[in-house]
């Protein structure tokens, strides 16, 4: 069935280190989401692409979809310690979403 | 604050219990969904109302009911539940539409089930 994976698991980073997680789909997605979810808390909608190739950027964060819309990446800059959280990506079939299973990083100061 | 509110925050019952998760959201959508978040698994899609109809059930137990009585409303009604079924409920909207949109997400209810 469809999946959509996440890597890696886990991340612990030197604070000021760039941090970056991968999301890969076994089909093509019309457009992928990226969420993050503090410790304790829910997930908060980050950013949207849709286009094929897409790179958008906020800050020190860079989010990128595959040429092929099956893949997508979120880089963090220089991570900080309000960088920490759960990264999930969710891909979109057209059907339904399906959400990764998630990136959970650490900054240590 | 997301504008979606759900309640309780925390949620302790045994199998035998009947209770009821709330959400309500006043953003104006008109797409709810319930999520179901366990340690170490993707976030499970359980149910969506679009337009306070049922469209999706991902092959959710019976022990877990829905109920949309309105665009702003969502419930999520508990019986006889199993000790698995212990986890972060998440109440999510978003604007239906061709493409799918941001889901704004509730703080969740922590459900334990004795």
């Known amino acids: 069935g469809q999946q959509v994976m996440q890597i890696p698991q886990y991340q612990h980073v030197q604070e000021g280190e760039d941090f970056t997680t991968y999301c890969n789909s076994s089909?093509?997605?019309?457009?992928i989401q990226w969420y993050k979810q503090r410790p304790g808390g829910h997930p908060v909608f980050l950013i949207q692409l849709v286009k094929s190739g897409e790179v958008k950027k906020q800050k020190r964060l860079t989010f990128q979809f595959g040429e092929a819309k099956k893949n997508s990446s979120l880089h963090i800059t220089a991570t900080q310690t309000t960088d920490v959280g759960t990264y999930f990506c969710?891909?979109?079939?057209?059907?339904?979403?399906?959400f990764g299973t998630g990136t959970s990083l650490t900054v240590i100061p | 604050e997301t504008g979606v509110t759900q309640t309780p925050r925390h949620l302790v019952m045994g199998m035998t219990n009947k209770k009821s998760l709330k959400c309500e959201q006043h953003?104006?959508?008109?797409?709810m969904y319930w999520y179901k978040q366990s340690a170490k698994k993707p976030l499970e899609l359980m149910f969506v109302y679009s337009l306070e109809e049922r469209v999706e059930n991902n092959s959710v137990p019976s022990r877990f009911s829905p109920e949309c009585p309105n665009s702003s409303h969502l419930f999520l009604h508990l019986h006889t539940l199993q000790p698995e079924d212990s986890a972060l409920y998440l109440c999510?909207?978003?604007?239906?539409?061709?493409?799918?949109?941001?889901?704004?997400f509730g703080s969740g209810t922590q459900l334990s089930v004795l």
């Open positions: 953003l104006g959508h008109n797409a």
């Open positions: 089909t093509t997605l019309s457009n």
């Open positions: 969710a891909g979109d079939t057209g059907n339904q979403f399906y």
């Open positions: 999510a909207s978003s604007q239906a539409g061709v493409r799918m949109e941001k889901l704004f």
